[in-house]
């Protein structure tokens, strides 16, 4: 949970309220609600804001305040995100670039709390990354890795058909760990081919405690898995149309 997460908990607005960090040009600050939760965007400028910053913007989209108040707390905001015109001018050129991101909190899991716990455990904390769901289940990819030139870290994206309540956490541990390795190990090229599960990599995954757990339940629950979403992602589309 970052600062502005834990400015807007103490709150305490009812449902609770999902924040994501975006790089729109135009739209910086939107609220909206779906399904009882709040979703609360914000741009990217926000993560390195002054506290002040956060708590005007807290209070102002999550209390009550007298109209003075509001007036003086939408001032802050407003001074802050005039201050940095350059920069959402900047991630906005740079996003084109970026691959699309929705999201690190699906339905179940959290990437992010596991990135994090993954971090910690295997890595000392050092590595750097978005974390991101898929837009919609992929029969392709389990998960992927991309390298933001110029950036640090990159951005691990994971398939929707995972965030599913028969999907075992330790399997998600173990998809996202694989992805962390591609920011870890170096490519090789072998009689021009570029290996991207190098000696190295296979090893230090292969030493995971998952790993086995994860190859096992994969082989036996994939298929099944992706026969019960796909048919679940088609009811839904059938009852919106």
């Given at each position: 949970m970052?600062?502005?997460?834990?400015?807007?908990?103490?709150?305490?607005?009812?449902?609770?309220?999902?924040?994501?960090?975006?790089?729109?040009?135009?739209?910086?600050?939107?609220?909206?609600?779906?399904?009882?939760?709040?979703?609360?965007?914000?741009?990217?400028?926000?993560r390195?804001?002054?506290?002040?910053?956060?708590?005007a913007?807290?209070r102002?989209?999550?209390?009550?305040?007298r109209?003075?108040?509001?007036?003086?707390?939408?001032?802050?905001?407003?001074?802050?995100?005039?201050?940095?015109?350059?920069?959402?001018?900047?991630?906005?050129?740079s996003?084109?670039?970026?691959?699309?991101?929705?999201?690190?909190?699906?339905?179940?899991?959290?990437?992010?709390?596991?990135?994090?716990?993954?971090?910690?455990?295997?890595?000392?904390?050092?590595?750097?990354?978005?974390?991101?769901?898929?837009?919609?289940?992929?029969?392709?990819?389990?998960?992927t890795?991309?390298g933001?030139?110029?950036?640090?870290?990159?951005?691990?994206?994971?398939?929707?058909?995972?965030?599913?309540?028969?999907?075992?956490?330790?399997?998600?541990?173990?998809?996202?760990?694989?992805?962390?390795?591609h920011?870890?190990?170096?490519?090789?090229?072998?009689?021009?081919?570029?290996?991207?599960?190098?000696?190295?990599?296979?090893?230090?995954?292969?030493?995971?405690?998952?790993?086995?757990?994860?190859?096992?339940?994969?082989?036996?629950?994939?298929?099944?898995?992706?026969?019960?979403?796909?048919?679940?992602?088609?009811?839904?589309?059938?009852?919106?149309?």
């Amino acid at each position: 949970m970052d600062r502005l997460e834990e400015m807007i908990a103490r709150t305490q607005p009812p449902g609770g309220v999902r924040v994501e960090y975006t790089r729109n040009r135009r739209v910086v600050i939107s609220l909206r609600k779906r399904n009882e939760q709040i979703e609360f965007r914000v741009h990217e400028i926000f993560r390195c804001a002054p506290r002040e910053v956060l708590e005007a913007i807290a209070r102002t989209y999550f209390t009550r305040t007298r109209r003075d108040t509001r007036r003086r707390l939408n001032q802050t905001v407003r001074a802050y995100i005039n201050a940095n015109e350059g920069r959402i001018e900047e991630m906005a050129t740079s996003a084109r670039r970026r691959p699309l991101l929705y999201g690190y909190r699906g339905d179940v899991y959290d990437l992010r709390a596991i990135f994090d716990e993954l971090n910690a455990e295997f890595f000392g904390g050092r590595l750097r990354a978005t974390l991101t769901w898929s837009k919609q289940i992929n029969r392709r990819k389990l998960g992927t890795w991309r390298g933001i030139p110029g950036q640090d870290g990159g951005v691990i994206r994971i398939n929707r058909v995972f965030d599913d309540p028969s999907v075992p956490r330790f399997y998600i541990r173990q998809l996202v760990l694989h992805e962390m390795l591609h920011g870890v190990f170096s490519n090789e090229r072998r009689n021009g081919r570029i290996i991207r599960h190098t000696r190295a990599f296979r090893e230090f995954e292969r030493s995971s405690p998952m790993y086995e757990a994860a190859k096992q339940w994969e082989e036996n629950h994939l298929n099944t898995l992706y026969q019960k979403r796909i048919k679940q992602q088609r009811q839904r589309s059938r009852m919106r149309s």
